[in-house]
Structures are given as structure tokens and as C-alpha cells.
């Protein structure tokens, strides 16, 4: 592929050879930074879809009959078995694009018409390791990196799928992945590499799960711990006692927000001592669009809809709204590239009162915004006043927010 010149993908492009069809699909899905390809076989019909931005965009629907051979190619690339369509299967693609060497993480699905398959393309140049560009506040970066230079304790991070927490974790340890320290992490899967790490990939068709990982780094003599994901009370209860007996631990939770998280490891049944004694952070975080640069505009909006979204009325006043026309560059969206919004939560003195009486998420959170925390919603309205991101993207990527207008951002 290294001499592939990428084109706008065509409907006449069915003609081409299914091997280029493919090395075109990949070229191209690089080239516009999508972070997922979908291929995917309906009853009459045959569509090839990018996710970029966060959002899917369909690219092409090529003739019916390709699909096979289509599927069949990159299940050969992938090494999987070409001949299993009744199981879902796993494999990775390596290819390389000019200069570049980039990896695909493969997933194929029967579904009713045929195998779908969804490729996920790392790029570790596209990794962004600088924490201080990936959107953190000043007081936010601060206490952020204040826990995890902490000798021991634990770091959680919490947000949806596709919330960017990858990029924060490694940004993290590649701060932290120092020649005197040995790092260690389980992920499932791994996605980029990072050198002087010690990466595992989670097998659990072996037995190598979360929890059985971390019991053997503990005896790995290890510094600072990664796990992929808390997912259930022995993971969660280890990982805490791990961080308890002078280990620095970062992970991940589902949650909606940082307040919740807390009280999602109370209700796994970890106790409350753990809890308060081992936690240093949580952090919370989504993905917001960022306005598109070259097509940028101001454009008014009514200052009752700004209100009404949680901007209190006197920063609703003063600030200029901008939005994208959408240009050639952004396909007509308005939209380039995307920006961090996060929310986090130190756990200071009163938190770990409210936490061992078993408080709840809420008198968490209004203790929390007390001692001067932002919520998801309050730094995507800065967002907002940034001129960074639009209103609807604010709303829509930091969720419901009760609070008054006064606590909102100024």
C-alpha cells in the first residue's frame, strides 16, 4: 500500500480489483482520520460507513456481490478463518501508508444478512501523550496531576466508550514511565505500545482475566499499575488494596459522572474504608466536536437558550457564539477534530466523611461543586465560551445537570 494514492471513493470504484477496493478503503478511512470502519451487509444492500469526529459518516455502497470477497480479504489480512462465518472472531491488520506503519484491531459478527466486520484504526502518531493539550482546565490539570505523581493510591477515570479515556490513561503513564519505575498494565485489548511498559493483553478463554493479572503483578515487584477496566468486586477490591499497600493503580469505571463512580464501587460491595483510604482522583470526560477553523463563524442565539442550558445569564450576555458554515474540509459538517471536556473530583477530607456514612452520589457532587469541582456540563459550557464547540455539543455530550445557574460557568 505504500505507493496508494487515495481518492474520493466512487460507486465506479466496484469495477476496481477487490485487493485495491480494500487498500483503498483503509487508505482512505486514514486519510480523513476516522477512528472506525464498518462494513456491513444488509438484506438488498452493501454499505461501507467511517466514523470520524465521533460521529458515522457513509462513505460508498458497493455492489452486493463484492460483499464476499470484500469480507473474505480482510478476514485473510486479519488472520482469521475465512471458513468460520457462524462465530464472531478477532484479529488485527498492520499495513503500511507511505511512511506510516498503522495498526487495525479487526471484530467480525454474523448477523442475519451476512458478516459484519468493524475495523479500529491506532494510529499512535494520532495518540496524544501531552496532557496539557487534551483539554483539561488549569485547576483541573492540577489536581489531575498532582494524584498521579502520589507514591501510592488510585486514579480513576469514568466516562462511555469512545470518551477518550485511553488517551488520558497513557498520556498519564507515559508522564509517569520513568527509567526507576516499573510499570505494569492489563488491557483488553491493547491498543498502542508503549515502550518501557509492560503491557498484557486480557485472555480470558485462558484464565488471564483483570483480577488474575493484578494478583501477579503484585508479585512482579511493580511501581505503578494499570487496569484496563473495574468490571466486577474482586478486580475492584484488589486494584484498592493494591493502591492501600503502596502501589500508584490507574483505571476505568462506567459511570455517567465522577461522584457516581464512587458509589458504583460501594455498590460492587467494596467497603467504604477501601474506598476513602486507597482513592486520590476520579476523572470524568467526553468528546465534544471542535468548530471547524477554516469555515468558523459568529451566529447569534436567542441568550434565553443559553440560560436554559445552565450559562448563567451575565456570561450568556457577553459571549460571542460561533458555529461552522460547513466547507470541503469538514464535509459540510462544521465540525473538525474533537476536544476533551472533564470533570474531576479530588477526594478531600469531607468527601471521605461522605463516603464512609455511605452518602450518595448527589451529596458527593454538591460537596464536591462546593469545594470548587466543575461539572461536565460547567466545562462544556466553557467550551462553549471558548468558542471551541457549539451549545448543541455541549448539551449533548455532558449530559442532565440539576444544578442552579449561579454554579454554572462564567
Avoid: W
Wanted: charged content about 25%; overall charge neutral.
Amino acid at each position: 500500500m505504500n505507493n496508494l494514492n487515495t481518492l474520493t471513493i466512487k460507486n465506479e470504484d466496484i469495477g476496481d480489483d477487490v485487493i485495491k477496493l480494500v487498500n483503498r478503503i483503509l487508505a482512505e478511512a486514514f486519510m480523513k482520520k476516522a477512528s472506525d470502519i464498518h462494513i456491513e451487509p444488509y438484506e438488498h444492500s452493501f454499505r461501507v460507513r467511517f466514523r470520524i469526529d465521533g460521529s458515522l459518516q457513509e462513505v460508498m455502497k458497493p455492489n452486493k456481490r463484492l460483499m464476499l470477497p470484500i469480507i473474505s480479504r480482510l478476514k485473510i489480512l486479519s488472520s482469521m478463518d475465512i471458513s468460520e462465518k457462524r462465530r464472531p472472531q478477532d484479529g488485527r491488520i498492520k499495513f503500511e501508508l507511505g511512511s506510516k506503519t498503522i495498526d487495525c484491531r479487526v471484530s467480525s459478527l454474523p448477523c442475519l444478512f451476512g458478516e459484519k466486520v468493524c475495523l479500529r484504526i491506532l494510529d499512535k502518531a494520532n495518540l496524544q501523550l501531552d496532557m496539557t493539550k487534551l483539554g483539561f482546565e488549569e485547576r483541573q490539570i492540577s489536581i489531575f496531576k498532582e494524584s498521579i505523581h502520589q507514591p501510592f493510591g488510585m486514579c480513576l477515570l469514568t466516562g462511555p466508550t469512545g470518551s477518550g479515556k485511553t488517551t488520558t490513561l497513557y498520556s498519564a503513564l507515559s508522564e509517569l514511565n520513568k527509567i526507576d519505575v516499573n510499570i505494569s498494565t492489563a488491557e483488553d485489548p491493547c491498543e498502542y505500545n508503549l515502550e518501557g511498559v509492560n503491557q498484557v493483553n486480557i485472555k480470558k478463554e485462558v484464565g488471564l482475566t483483570f483480577a488474575t493479572a493484578l494478583k501477579t503483578f503484585l508479585r512482579q515487584d511493580p511501581d505503578i499499575i494499570m487496569v484496563g477496566e473495574i468490571r466486577d468486586f474482586e478486580t475492584g477490591e484488589i486494584a484498592l488494596e493494591a493502591a492501600l499497600s503502596g502501589h500508584l493503580v490507574l483505571s476505568t469505571l462506567h459511570t455517567n459522572d465522577a461522584p457516581s463512580s464512587v458509589a458504583r464501587l460501594l455498590h460492587m460491595g467494596v467497603e467504604p474504608y477501601l474506598v476513602t483510604g486507597a482513592l486520590n482522583v476520579v476523572v470524568a470526560q467526553r468528546l465534544c466536536r471542535k468548530i471547524c477553523d477554516r469555515c468558523k463563524s459568529e451566529h447569534p442565539i436567542p441568550i434565553e437558550e443559553l440560560v436554559a442550558c445552565g450559562m448563567a445569564e451575565s456570561s450568556a450576555l457577553r459571549l460571542k457564539y460561533f458555529k461552522g458554515k460547513g466547507c470541503m474540509f469538514c464535509n459540510g459538517t462544521g465540525y473538525q477534530g474533537r476536544v476533551a471536556i472533564y470533570e474531576v473530583l479530588a477526594i478531600s477530607p469531607a468527601i471521605r466523611e461522605i463516603i464512609l456514612k455511605r452518602g450518595s452520589a448527589d451529596d458527593i457532587k454538591k460537596q464536591a461543586i462546593k469545594e470548587g469541582m466543575k461539572t461536565l456540563r460547567m466545562a462544556a459550557l466553557t467550551k462553549v465560551a471558548q468558542g471551541l464547540t457549539t451549545l448543541d455539543e455541549a448539551v449533548s455530550n455532558s449530559g442532565p445537570d440539576t444544578l442552579s445557574n449561579e454554579n454554572q460557568s462564567k
